[in-house]
T-cell receptor, first 114, second 114 residues
Framework: AQSVTQLGSHVSVSEGALVLLRCNYSSSVPPYLFWYVQYPNQGLQLLLK??????LVKGINGFEAEFKKSETSFHLTKPSAHMRDAAEYFC????????????FGAGTRLFVKA | DTEVTQTPKHLVMGMTNKKSLKCEQHMGHRAMYWYKQKAKKPPELMFVYSYEKLSINESVPSRFSPECPNSSLLNLHLHALQPEDSALYLC?????????????FGNGTRLTVT
């Protein structure tokens, strides 16, 4: 069954530090993977998506993610954190189910300290 | 600004009330979704409409009744809800129900059942 696991429900970094949010997937076939961000009192917004065209995917707001099949990982990174990056981040996979449906990981709350 | 508009933003209803949540998108997307999100949890899929036909119902109780009047509109009719149904209800759309189609979310309706 296709699913994603996010390691760490909370991550805290200092402003200007590297952001690393971890996501591992379980899938018997190359998956469609996504990262979404949710700011307080808002819906989710797409950061980036992997669809097998390239293993390093660049997204909005300076985020990128690398698909590593050997590690079944799709970790999200940003070289330098800003205060505005504080939010909830969800890794997601599109699962085939008579069409497709999106299954979300449990989420990781990113805190950015001044 | 989100391209998926949800109304109302907030709704308080009693257990005997009947109310409706509304969602609209003008991106020409042919798939629309309802998700339910409890505090500090990921969104959970409720319904998927593809080309205005219900394609997925995730065993949602009948007190929730979806309706897709046309390709731009999606409603969720609520009747005889329980306090545990209090949550953020998110509408989303995608170009198609395909693996590489990301979701575009509205900002949600915050529902409180008293």
């Amino acid at each position: 069954a296709q699913s994603v696991t996010q390691l760490g429900s909370h991550v805290s970094v200092s402003e200007g530090a590297l952001v690393l949010l971890r996501c591992n997937y379980s899938s018997s076939v190359p998956p469609y993977l996504f990262w979404y961000v949710q700011y307080p009192n808002q819906g989710l917004q797409l950061l980036l998506k992997y669809t097998s065209a390239a293993t390093l995917v660049k997204g909005i707001n300076g985020f990128e993610a690398e698909f590593k099949k050997s590690e079944t990982s799709f970790h999200l990174t940003k070289p330098s954190a800003h205060m505005r990056d504080a939010a909830e981040y969800f890794c997601a996979v599109n699962k085939r189910a008579g069409g497709f449906k999106t299954i979300f990981g449990a989420g990781t709350r990113l805190f950015v300290k001044a | 600004d989100t391209e998926v508009t949800q109304t109302p933003k907030h709704l308080v209803m009693g257990m005997t009330n009947k109310k409706s949540l509304k969602c609209e998108q003008h991106m020409g997307h042919r798939a629309m979704y309802w998700y339910k999100q409890k505090a500090k949890k990921p969104p959970e899929l409720m319904f998927v409409y593809s080309y205005e036909k219900l394609s997925i119902n995730e065993s949602v109780p009948s007190r929730f009744s979806p309706e897709c009047p046309n390709s731009s509109l999606l409603n969720l009719h609520l009747h005889a809800l329980q306090p545990e149904d209090s949550a953020l209800y998110l509408c989303a759309s995608s170009q198609e129900v395909t693996g590489d189609s990301p979701l575009h979310f509205g900002n949600g309706t915050r529902l409180t059942v008293t």
